[in-house]
């Protein structure tokens, strides 16, 4: 049972809702067993450096405009870098770049200064041999419980051939098409 909050027979007391949200260790669980694809979300800071960290919580929102999102957990110490950075750029992440998911994954690392990457034409850093990266502009900002959410227009698409990265179960893997 995933929600052993919910009581099944649904007789809770008249007027009182017998249903209620499943434990944040249960939701993590069952997620999990969702393949994500894995992105490196990179930014430009106050003072002009790159940044960027390993996130799996990506996906589409709209064509018409073209918008995207992505997530970060309101604990996260480079909130602010993000909020403040006037957009981004989701760097979306080959099979065969396991270590730099790695290292952008770690805490506090030089993150850039091995690793291939160039300005785009949105100001923002954009890793180079990705699967994908989308550069965006700022579109919104929302509040999505624990995490912020993050709405960017994709203003440039940079892409290249070869197996996504995937993220399952805890494990990262090649997925191959």
């Known amino acids: 049972m ?3 909050k919910t009581d099944p027979s649904g007789l809770g007391s ?3 809702s017998t249903v209620h949200p499943v434990e944040p260790i249960a939701l993590r669980a069952a997620m999990g067993a969702f393949l994500t694809g894995v992105t490196i979300v990179t930014a430009r800071n106050e003072r002009g450096e790159p940044y960027g960290l390993t996130v799996n ?3 589409s929102v709209s064509l018409n405009p073209p918008l995207v999102l992505w997530s970060l957990d309101l604990s996260n110490d480079k909130l602010d870098l993000f909020r403040n950075a006037g957009g981004f750029t989701v760097n979306i992440m080959r099979a065969d770049q396991e270590e730099l998911i790695w290292l952008f994954a770690r805490a506090e690392t030089d993150r850039f200064a091995k690793t291939d990457w160039h300005w785009g034409v949105s100001g923002q850093p954009v890793l180079c041999n990705t699967l994908l990266s989308l550069e ?3 579109w919104a900002e929302y509040p999505g419980g624990d995490h912020t ?3 960017g227009e994709v203003v440039n698409i940079n892409a290249s051939e070869g197996a996504p990265a995937a993220f ?3 494990q990262l893997s090649a997925h191959n098409p």
């Open 14 to 16: 008249p007027g009182e």
């Open 149 to 151: 959410i993050f709405v």
């Open 168 to 170: 399952f179960k805890g």
């Open 136 to 138: 965006c502009r700022e």
């Open 57 to 59: 919580s990506f996906n």
């Open 2 to 4: 995933l929600n052993p």
